[in-house]
């Protein structure tokens, strides 16, 4: 198991109540360390200036705000993809079932068959269902008709019905990739959290050194920290939480096979 395999294994609402924990320690802490300090040098008459550590801050958490922003951007890059590859995937699987007309039966009422149930299948896999087939073993089967329709006629037509039916299995390989194995770094994500830590710690200090009271905004910056942590993840990790890329193209063309079929 690689350092991203265990990053995965926490919840998405893991992420959450840790980016929540994180920020609020990390305030404290900085808070704490300052303000123990400056007790110590009061004594001293060689009190922490505010200005200064005001400033080191303010580029401390832009550096932040900045890697938050390019990390959320790797996120719906990845996001985007999906939706691409969805759209492809639908497409070429809706030219493959038109040009199955011009393959000689039984191949064609077969191939038919399983790209409905191909269509079923992946529809079923993002929910987090199951098939009686899985995909691998239709596409195993769809290219077993398509080199025996080739086989037996073969011709430009039946060329380009085995162009579609190639461009499904290559496009299923793509949405695996897209879907599964496109994922933000877990050294990344570490580095995130390290950085956020200090740049965290360093606001709480700064409060400490101007010797406010704890603010109740501390309980914002770190909820809205949590929240933009666990939006990344989610976005992320397709399949384990709430945001999900519509499957309208494919939900379209399953209703549109299955009125054919039944037409």
Do not use: C
């Amino acid at each position: 198991m690689d350092s991203s395999d265990i990053f995965e294994l926490i919840p998405i609402w893991a992420v959450f109540a840790l980016a929540l924990l994180l920020a609020l320690a990390s305030v404290e802490l900085g808070y704490r360390w300052a303000r123990r300090k400056q007790r110590r040098a009061a004594h001293e008459h060689e009190q922490e200036k505010e200005a200064p550590v005001g400033a080191m801050v303010g580029a401390t958490l832009g550096l932040l705000a900045f890697l938050l922003a390019f990390t959320f951007g790797m996120a719906a890059d990845e996001f985007h993809e999906r939706k691409l590859a969805l759209l492809d995937e639908a497409s070429a699987i809706e030219t493959a079932y038109l040009r199955a007309g011009t393959v000689t039966e039984p191949h064609r009422t077969e191939v038919r068959k399983l790209l409905r149930e191909y269509v079923e299948e992946r529809l079923q896999r993002v929910g987090g269902g199951a098939t009686a087939r899985p995909a691998t073993v239709l596409l195993r089967a769809l290219w077993r008709h398509t080199e025996a329709a080739v086989a037996r006629d073969p011709g430009d037509i039946t060329g380009l019905f085995e162009e579609s039916v190639n461009d499904i299995i290559t496009l299923k390989s793509e949405q695996l990739m897209v879907r599964e194995r496109s994922r933000i770094p877990a050294e990344f994500w570490l580095m995130l959290h390290v950085i956020a830590a200090v740049a965290l710690a360093a606001m709480g200090y700064h409060g400490g050194v101007a010797g406010t009271a704890r603010s109740p905004v501390t309980a914002a910056v770190a909820l809205t920290f949590a929240l933009v942590m666990v939006l990344i993840a989610d976005i992320d990790r397709p399949g384990e939480g709430w945001i999900e890329v519509p499957q309208d193209a494919m939900l379209d063309l399953r209703t549109a096979l299955a009125e054919e079929a039944g037409g």
